[in-house]
């Protein structure tokens, strides 16, 4: 059965700290990995991730693929108030024709002024 | 870039009546779309995989006959949960395939009295 698995489940820092979030994998025929921002209402894309070892930045965060490891993590740099949510990993896959995503359980993250 | 809505936003109705939401991609057309529950603090699962002029699939679980969809046209799917109780009171997200990504409506939230 395909599974996306994140850790921690939960995390409280405060501002200014850095922070990782994982997200490991086990699916049939992976197609891509994203992580997604999710505040009171549907998620928001932050990145989607195809191959390995290639990180991608945006502003304070970062994320990278191991395809071998079947990992991901997400990195928030000097945190901020408004970094407060839950962050989602999903991973498209299946056959062709019929991927569909598959969320992990989510990272609940506050940051703390 | 792509948007997806959703209506309505929030809804409240008697436990026995049915429940329609409707999900649309504004600005371009998407054969499938998909359709998520979200209970608190959880993640999101998906119910069911909704394609244009053909049967949805349903996941493990998830009652057909208790949540019909139906995905008349590229831009428009429909799920009406039937016969509402208490316990399908949750948050419900769909999403269209469109370039490159899912995109994700905005939600609804369902309270069943």
Redesign the interface.
Known sequence: EDKVVQSPLSLVVHEGDTVTLNCSYEVTNFRSLLWYKQEKKAPTFLFMLTSSGIEKKSGRLSSILDKKELFSILNITATQTGDSAIYLCAVEAGGSGTYKYIFGTGTRLKVLA | GAVVSQHPSWVICKSGTSVKIECRSLDFQATTM?W?RQFP??????MA?SNEGSKA?YEQGVEKDKFLINHASLTLSTLTVTSAHPEDSSFY?C?ARGP???Y????TRLTVL
């Open positions: 998909f998520y603090k959880q993640s999101l699962m998906l995989t699939t997200i999403s490159g990504l899912q994700f409506g905005p939600g």
